[in-house]
T-cell receptor
Framework: QKEVEQNSGPLSVPEGAIASLNCTYSDRGSQSFFWYRQYSGKSPELIMFIYSNGDKEDGRFTAQLNKASQYVSLLIRDSQPSDSATYLCAVNVDSNYQLIWGAGTKLIIKP | IAGITQAPTSQILAAGRRMTLRCTQDMRHNAMYWYRQDLGLGLRLIHYSNTAGTTGKGEVPDGYSVSRANTDDFPLTLASAVPSQTSVYFC??????????????FGPGTRLTVL
């Protein structure tokens, strides 16, 4: 069974520090990887996606992909209280355009 | 306003009743999805449709049915609701080609309680 694993948290980080969120996946054939943010009571929204090994930066967010080790991570620099949310990792595993989702990591940024 | 709408926002339903959750998108996306989200389990795919007229089963399809008569609408029906179907239901859509073809956009969700 194809799986995506995340630490459920909560992960507590001081304001201004770097938050590091990790995700591992089981299917070596996975092609693309996504990080979504979900505020309590709201729907998920896309933060970043990544296809190639290495780092991809977008503002305060950096996604890192290591296909050999089958993990993808999200770094949030200069964390703000507004970053407090649950972060969902999703992996596209087949040509049917479907995503397999992790259960999410709850992030708390302490002022 | 471009996006996905879902109705109802929330519903309390007696076990055994039939219920249809509505989903409409105005972005002309090819693919549409229904997920349920339960605490600690993340999003689980119920059914999907890659184009109007076709549907497929996801990870947890039992007890649910869908139809895709046109591009915009993708209703989810619970034929005979059971308490284990208590959950938050999200509809999502995605363009299958073009600039942002990989992003799934989500509706606001329907909170369903089956008693």
């Amino acid at each position: 069974q194809k799986e995506v694993e995340q630490n459920s948290g909560p992960l507590s980080v001081p304001e201004g520090a770097i938050a590091s969120l990790n995700c591992t996946y089981s299917d070596r054939g996975s092609q693309s990887f996504f990080w979504y943010r979900q505020y309590s009571g709201k729907s998920p929204e896309l933060i970043m996606f990544i296809y190639s090994n290495g780092d991809k930066e977008d503002g305060r967010f950096t996604a890192q992909l290591n296909k050999a080790s089958q993990y993808v991570s999200l770094l949030i620099r200069d964390s703000q209280p507004s970053d407090s949310a649950t972060y969902l990792c999703a992996v596209n595993v087949d040509s049917n355009y479907q995503l397999i989702w992790g259960a999410g990591t709850k992030l708390i940024i302490k002022p | 306003i471009a996006g996905i709408t879902q109705a109802p926002t929330s519903q309390i339903l007696a076990a055994g009743r039939r219920m249809t959750l509505r989903c409409t998108q105005d972005m002309r996306h090819n693919a549409m999805y229904w997920y349920r989200q339960d605490l600690g389990l993340g999003l689980r795919l119920i059914h999907y449709s890659n184009t109007a007229g076709t549907t497929g089963k996801g990870e947890v399809p039992d007890g649910y049915s869908v139809s895709r008569a046109n591009t915009d609408d993708f209703p989810l029906t619970l034929a005979s609701a059971v308490p284990s179907q208590t959950s938050v239901y999200f509809c999502a859509s995605k363009r299958l080609a073009g600039e942002s073809y990989n992003e799934q956009f989500f509706g606001p969700g329907t909170r369903l309680t089956v008693l």
